[in-house]
């Protein structure tokens, strides 16, 4: 007799991955963000005051423009606390109408 693996049926609308898949997307995107924080792992982080005070602008601009592409995204330091790149910050003062996020044109 062989074993026959029984998934539950769920409608079209509640879709929910099981929760081994969820925990192995999970670890990727925690994989990424590590890979992508040591290959820079010498540079300074300028927190949202500091952004703030560089930039000249609120704190609502930065947070939309970060959402249309047009200024740097932060990183994640925890639960509730993100900084940026200085080297980022630097960039788009230098030119902050030419500035694309990565892999924009």
Known sequence: MTAE??????????????????ANIHVAAQARASA???TRTNERLVRIG??????????GTIYKWIKEG????????GLNSCAWYESDIDRWIADPTGWRAPGQS
């Open 36 to 38: 992508a924080r040591r």
């Open 5 to 22: 693996l029984l998934v539950p049926l769920m409608p079209a609308g509640n879709v929910e991955l099981p929760q081994a898949e969820a």
């Open 70 to 77: 047009r200024f740097p995204r932060q990183i994640s330091l």
């Open 50 to 59: 500091e952004v703030l005070h560089r930039v000249g602008v609120h704190r």
